[in-house]
């Protein structure tokens, strides 16, 4: 692995659990679209994709059978690492008015997401209101929730992507539910997100050190970054030796106002990392680095 | 004020919402034995206490009558400054089991803590499942709920004491809800919960100096610190320039295994506070630092 | 000024006191060839240049008409900023031995550097042995006489340039003489010399953070670094708020092994400031940051 | 040696190299007053005793049969450990005038402090002038000197105590000169002659953080800290895992404008350690935990 140390794995979230077209003209949404970005994102130097699902009207959703329809696309164009969100948005299939009128994130629905074949799956283990255009919505996930989603990734040989949105989670639940399991473990630090989710933090030179200096042993870490900081932040990241997210999940604009392609991204962050004296990672050799199945040391 | 940088206020918590006098053998439960305790630590330095009311059955409550008679019994004893919890416990009055079955932290019972006349009282806008003897219990706060505390208490003359579990809850919550507002903001930073509560942080140097180099314009902080680190972390606030609050409440054993009286907790952080060079606070002067009506400088 | 925040000065600093052709093929070390190479930088993008004179044979030397014919042919060719060195280096005119038998750079020698002409001047109030392959020899520089360098400029209207090798520098020598007088400051943090130099510092997140958190006043701060570290550690100061410096007295390869041209670090750093959203600032830019005669906004 | 870990090292350094009687009424400056001094010290807590000689008319001296005396009579009363210094000051003995007129401190003077027979001894290989009521005299130590004054302890079965003046000195000579010996490594951290000595810093909580991440493996660190900040910076040293200096040599009055006996600053420190759940060492200890000759674990 260490032959590895100068690979940098580039993550291209293309969709996320909110635009659509009439909000961002480049955002796929349905499958093929979604298979289509990846590829071009995957030619550009993207080794792992972070995919949301969505339903026909463009609703949030995690279901099984079209996360298993994208991921299929995927596959056929590319040999890139596939990540499905078991968060998946605050609208359709994914939010739950409770009899009291409060609303969720629904549990079930989260739980679904697993099925769809990934290779990886965030992991949320995260109790907070998100402030939406719909209202609070709170995404519930006590401790027993966690070591359960935990264990049925595990059981499914899905490797969890942890989802760390301050120093907290990575103390607690992170730490806590990596203990005693094989490595390396996936963090990906979310940052940028904090007018919107309770307990997620900006990005600040600060704020990333200090998580990147509680990271669990054995782990590799990426970074994402919501907003106008994101290349500052991810070039930031590179030095501190992390991986790298990009898309329009993210940030819609590379440039403030103008809306941009997937695959710009995915070149823009390229040339910072070449630049950099590293270079952008194959597919196999992501999967090396994340230790997942079909990795290179395995065949 | 610039003349009384040098003072510290001395914060006691005697009873928190947990203890019993079965689990502790010193700590007050009840009106009477609170204000008696209470009254011996103001003898040793503390200008502050903050309170939990109980029932008659020990059991947490934030019954404003039972609020009421304790204060009355303290403010009859000596000038202490009076804060009343609103977080209240996990036990009696403040659990809900709703329709599902899940448990929750009642937001009913939590705004009664209002009614007791207090100076001060502890406003915790933070949404996390404490991991308790009883099970996992919500802690239910979104912005919405924070707003209306905060709103609540300056109506009725109260002044927040904003409960800071980490950086976020100071970049968040308490930067949003102190915009504007006439300070100086008094936050308390409570570390060392992390076993407890989501999104809590164990004390460590780092963590601390991170949460002081993001507090608010024109605050005051004070720290308190769960468990065995309670001393040394009390003392890195005091060379920080933070206040500092001790108590069965946060550390049931000053050396590990000896339950410990409240009074020794005041006595012992006192005698660090003076070799360091400064003095503890009288409750005028604690008055005077934190704003507070009734103080020196407006009589 | 706020109008040129997202501007980069991008110095050059083509020779320095020691590499001659045999070292590297690209050094140019005699006035003409000085001149053209700074002309080719200036136009990929340096705003100042950092200019060591050489005698005929190659030596160093502070010799004031040396550095003036520099001077007078760099502008002939363009309008860069013109920094001259007092420090020199460890050859030719700059060492004296001493009666016993002892080198120090010779005091008079760097005094002569203030007479050709330059925008500012390199201003190093550093006593410490330099390890040379020629021996150890004393840059000696006591209080007295960094106080009579910071005069000598500023009567000859010559913009000190303090070199700051680790926080003492920031703190004392360059707190102290800068104190009263007006600014912007120009510091250059000089790191990655610790093999070299007593004092000097390695370049690494910590220290490179650290010294910009102890920065005078209304100071402005390039940074430069020998080494292969170099384009990562200017990179992090480009996140800081910094300014930078590339050329062959810093780094001789680009990548390791192969000599490189100074134009070609120019060109490597740009790209890097582009991407980050930044732009190298133009000469008449660079000028209004650092408040040198002839800026724009004196016009 | 973990059952060490909460032992803190107290050394008393009574006497320094600059004040006299005339200056401080209670500082000891003959061998019978600094051996009763000491010994008063050790009675308090202190476990190391950092010794400067003085010549009959209090002038500074590394006169080796006058450190020897000191010694013999600090023995006769006491089992502390013992620690000579090879710096010595800036008057009497030290300060040699050389043909130019500048001042130096004389290295044979320097290196005739190894004779006195002491366990340990302070080892400066720091290259600064000294801003002294006398002028700007050179502390002169190339690395060679340094390397050679290592040699000579060692040969003579000293224990070098590495003075830090700040993080170069960790990173450069210290770490140069420690590697591959058998550790524990002493080092003392001086912070707070920044007014004097170049290369110097003050104590500020950041900068005794950075020294502390930044000491070379297997390594004791002690702080001792000049001025008005004392106390408080020695309670962060303890904090942070650290060893304690105090006397009259760092700080003449333990209260502003009060002049204060040596044993005072003991029993102050010693009052502070055994709040923080700490207790001084004894000299055996101390021997155990700085790899001594004669420590328990030896016999």
Known sequence: MNALRDRVIVTVAPTGGFLTRADHPYVPTQPEEIAADVARCHGAGASMAALHARRPDDQATCDAEIYRRINDLVRERCDIVV???????????????REDGTRVVDWAARLDGLGGGADTCTLDAITA???SPYGEILM?????RAAELATAMRTRGIKPEWEAFGPSHLLQEIRTF???????????????LDHTFQNALP???????????VLPDDSVFSVSIS???QIRGLTHALLLGGHVRVGIEDN???VPGEPTENVRFVEHIVEVIERLGLQPATADEARTILGLKGALDEQ
Chains 1, 2, 3, 4 share one sequence.
């Open 83 to 97: 990540n499905n969100s078991t968060g998946g948005g605050v609208t359709g299939d994914m939010v739950r008015t």
């Open 129 to 131: 209101y998100i402030s």
């Open 140 to 144: 519930d996930t006590p401790p027993s």
């Open 178 to 192: 990596t203990a005693g399991e094989p490595g390396p473990h996936l963090v990906n630090m979310v940052l940028g």
């Open 203 to 213: 990005y600040t030179p600060a704020i990333l050190q200090q998580m990147v200096d």
């Open 227 to 229: 907003g106008a900081e």
């Open 252 to 254: 819609p604009c590379l």
